[in-house]
């Protein structure tokens, strides 16, 4: 099997080059840097040499060679994953399989769909991980498949092999649950850093004063701000969070005029309502006490070590 | 050595009684739960017969055997814990040390000073962690020392074999950085929980499409619905939140408004002036992966024990 991905010298478009080359799979990489060379000698995999800005804005041809592949991976920023998909679609060979790692689904997969003939098998995908994770290992995969053939089942099999959960959705199911679970949790998290800045909140030094619940927490908002900011900003406006954010907006500043207002009994009211919707809460601490149990392990580990030294 | 536990019967009173008689100490409770007797039975520990609520209106007078003790520990809730230190205080012996554990420490602290003669050794302090815990090793526990004897010394000695990291604090400081740490985070989570319900959104389906963080800010989104709802409430009012919310509202406001103008450039600059302030967001990355990392052993390992049924 032979794939190529166009944004193969970002940071997933590198992930799944050097995961592809590890299952034994001929990989070819296209990008607009001008390392692309180099990254993919550095992974042991091929190059190819497209100007794909130039080849979007229609100033040169897709080459032949791009689409010389069996799967298509359209690894690029969530802003010109469309246009992308509107250079490169037309020109794919029936029987491959163009696919897609864009956290929204609806667009992309409508994008896709409108521009490939009916020959072309058509795989959308939300990996939930960042480029930093090692393996396929445990992780969560989403699948939106549009068109299914030979492909779709070496890409299945290929990724269960290695351990990812497979699970699929529509595109609309898909952006529905993850505006939640991926834009909700993003805003919050990135409210709370950006709080901490206009606090002036020395993070380094409360860091001794949190027990282990709020140190993860405080490392998620570290990791979310690490990362690449422009990502962040496309999932929140590329997702429809405008009823989202209201809400939780109207429930913030209602919690904060209960809590200003001494108002107890209806803060707690509020509370008990959430529980009763949440559901299985008893569950939620055992899983979370196990994961405190962990990090007070590797806290303690990390003490030992530092000592040692 | 002889701890009288005010609150014994509570979660957190059950805990520390367990505690010091696993410690070698002869523990006694006091509490106003009818079950009080049933409770210290099957702990193994005395209980006394002292009708509290009825000392602190003023209807009885304290019985000379709750002050019989060397540490008279006060673990009520947070709103009452005031009025207990007044009535117990000035009847407590000299060389005889008073404690309590509540989440916050200025008042407290300030009460506890009033309400005792200068012979009573005094520790204000504050436990990070909660009933559910298993065992000190790992955990910190904030001290406010006020008056230190003896018995200081000797509770400092043993939470420390038990495992425990002591942090030392001035109540004010405590309070500054705990109303971020503890009175934010829980502000977030619980505003998070509400809106969840607000949207009618599936908790348990949605929890197969969650990659590890999500799923661990989710837990502790449940674990903290599952929890004392007064205590939440006791924290908000009790701390100084009112900037601290503010800051947060505005914060939320400004970003969904960046995102619902499509302010792409704005919001990837909020991010970036968070992630200077944060500092160093790497380490975040590199321990928030070990802890994804186990949660994903964890996940694997459950599933296992799921399909062996």
Redesign the interface.
């Known amino acids: 099997m032979k794939v190529t991905i166009i944004g193969g010298a970002g940071g997933m478009g590198r992930w799944f080059a050097v995961f592809f080359k590890q299952n034994s799979v001929e990989v070819r990489i296209v990008d607009k840097s001008p390392r692309t060379k180099e990254i993919a000698d550095e992974m042991g995999v091929q190059s190819l040499k497209v100007d794909i800005l130039k080849a979007m804005r229609g100033e040169v041809e897709i080459k032949e060679d791009i689409v010389d592949t069996d799967v298509l991976l359209v690894s690029v920023p969530i802003n010109i994953t469309g246009r992308v998909i509107e250079c490169v679609g037309p020109e794919m060979h029936d029987g491959s399989l163009l696919m897609d790692i864009t956290s929204v689904k609806k667009a992309p997969i409508e994008t896709m769909g409108r521009f490939t003939n009916e020959d072309v098998e058509i795989l959308g995908t939300h990996p ?2 960042g480029p ?3 393996s396929m ?4 995969i ?1 699948f939106v498949p549009l068109r299914k053939g030979h492909l779709y089942e070496k890409i299945d099999a290929m990724f269960k092999k290695n351990g990812a ?1 497979i ?1 699929i ?1 529509t595109a609309e199911e ?1 952006d529905e ?2 505006s ?3 834009g ?2 993003h ?15 020395d ?2 030094n ?1 860091r ?16 979310l ?3 690449d ?2 990502l ?3 999932i ?2 590329n997702f429809e ?13 209602r ?2 005029e209960l ?2 207002a ?1 108002k ?1 009994d209806e ?2 009211e ?16 055992i ?14 580990f990390l003490e030992r070590k530092e000592k040692e030294k």
Chains 1, 2 share one sequence.
């Open positions: 939930l991980f930093t994770t090692k290992r445990g992780q969560t989403i959960k699970e959705l898909h649950i993850m939640v679970i991926q909700l949790t805003f919050i998290l990135l409210s709370f850093g950006i709080t901490l800045k206009n606090l002036d909140f993070v380094e409360a001794k004063f949190m027990s282990p619940m709020y140190e993860i927490i405080m490392d998620f908002v570290g990791r701000l690490h990362q900011p422009h962040y900003a496309m929140q406006t969070m405008g009823k989202i954010h209201e809400t939780f907006l109207a429930v913030a500043n919690l904060y809590v200003s001494g107890v803060f707690i509020e509370m008990r309502e959430a529980k009763d919707h949440y559901g299985d809460t008893e569950r939620a601490v899983d979370s006490d196990r994961v405190i149990e962990e990090k007070i392990n590797q806290n303690l």
